[in-house]
């Protein structure tokens, strides 16, 4: 399984961006999915999650801001971002919560994607 983001870039504050995240090879179904992110000396932090059901979780710092979005017929999760800020700047990671079959047995695990870089200048 492989996660391939894109979207990533330089932009004002105020602006916006769009990053898009794609699974693929030997799925079975996908589970939660979400967007991570560090800042340069920080830890990694969850910025957003949808559920296969399209319920979404948002870190307090963009809500409002931000929005998520996936397709599941093509294994695709988004995350909308508005009204960007500098302290927003960070290597963005899509992870998704995958099942696979393996050995004729249904296993759950986390992948991720090889991270973009978003930065927003002040």
């Known amino acids: 399984v492989q996660l391939q983001a894109s979207g990533g870039g330089l932009v004002q504050a105020g602006g916006s961006l769009r990053l898009s995240c794609a699974a693929s090879g030997s799925i079975f179904s996908i589970n939660d999915m979400g967007w991570y992110r560090q800042a340069p000396g920080k830890q990694r932090e969850l910025v957003a999650a949808?559920?296969?059901?399209?319920?979404?979780n948002y870190a307090d710092t963009v809500k409002g801001r931000f929005t998520i979005s996936r397709d599941n017929a093509k294994n695709t999760v988004d995350l909308q971002m508005n009204s960007l800020k500098p302290e927003d700047t960070a290597v963005y990671y899509c992870n998704a919560r995958v099942v696979i079959i393996s050995g004729y047995i249904p296993r759950m695990n986390d992948y991720w994607g090889p991270g973009t870089l978003v930065t927003v200048s002040s």
């Open positions: 949808i559920t296969s059901g399209g319920s979404t």
